[in-house]
């Protein structure tokens, strides 16, 4: 079946550091990728997604690359802010099999 | 405002007494799905439906059972509670279940049967 894999966390960064958080997924046929972000109390909300190989997702300085040979996903930002400071997670939609699937979420803590 | 309201926030309840937690959404999206999220888990899908009066189990759809009578309401019902369903709750919806639409969560209901 469809699978999403993170890498683990917790990630602890400093103000205006450089993050990456590493998604890999496998799948049938060609599916949509997303990240959602998740502060602390509420729900998750979506954060940027791809919907074809080589798409360049982007949102509130966080960028995403579909790259369908590595079957990654990797989520980048230049510079953090405290205020980033969430679990992120790594998502699919498979058309072939009409669902979503999940990554179990990566915590990000950013320290001034 | 574009939202999917879960109720309630937070519920302790008892082994075997029965419970609704209930889920709205005002975008007259056609999918909703419920989620729990369990520590080193993620994310798992319990139940889902693509319409009015159309639904399917997700991975773990064991112990709940779910109703999809009107398009902006999906409550999820436990008719006999146990302890392994202590969790985050979490609803939510889409325009259409399709590649490029992503999902609108609610706040989430964190549920503890004792």
């Known amino acids: 079946g469809d699978s999403v894999t993170q890498m683990e966390g917790p990630v602890t960064l400093s103000e205006e550091a450089f993050l990456t958080i590493n998604c890999t997924y496998t799948a049938t046929g060609y599916p949509s990728l997303f990240w959602y972000v998740q502060y602390p109390g509420e729900g998750l909300q979506l954060l940027l997604k791809a919907t074809k190989a080589d798409d360049k997702g982007s949102n509130k300085g966080f960028e995403a690359t579909y790259r369908k040979e590595t079957t990654s996903f990797h989520l980048e930002k230049g510079s953090v802010q405290v205020s980033d400071s969430a679990v992120y997670f790594c998502a699919l939609f498979s058309p072939n099999a009409g669902k979503s699937t999940f990554g179990d979420g990566t915590t990000l803590t950013v320290k001034p | 405002e574009a939202q999917v309201t879960q109720n309630p926030r937070y519920l302790i309840t008892v082994t075997g007494k029965k419970l609704t937690v209930t889920c709205s959404q005002n975008?007259?999206?056609?999918?909703m799905s419920w989620y729990r999220q369990d520590p080193g888990l993620g994310l798992r899908q319990i139940y889902y439906s693509m319409n009015v009066e159309v639904t399917d189990k997700g991975d773990v759809p064991e112990g709940y059972k779910v109703s999809r009578k009107e398009k902006r309401n999906f409550p999820l019902i436990l008719e006999s509670p146990s302890p392994n369903q202590t969790s985050l709750y979490f609803c939510?919806?889409?325009?259409?279940?399709?590649?490029?639409?992503?999902?609108?969560f609610g706040s989430g209901t964190r549920l503890t049967v004792v």
């Open positions: 939510a919806s889409s325009p259409k279940p399709g590649p490029e639409y992503g999902y609108t």
């Open positions: 975008m007259n999206h056609e999918y």
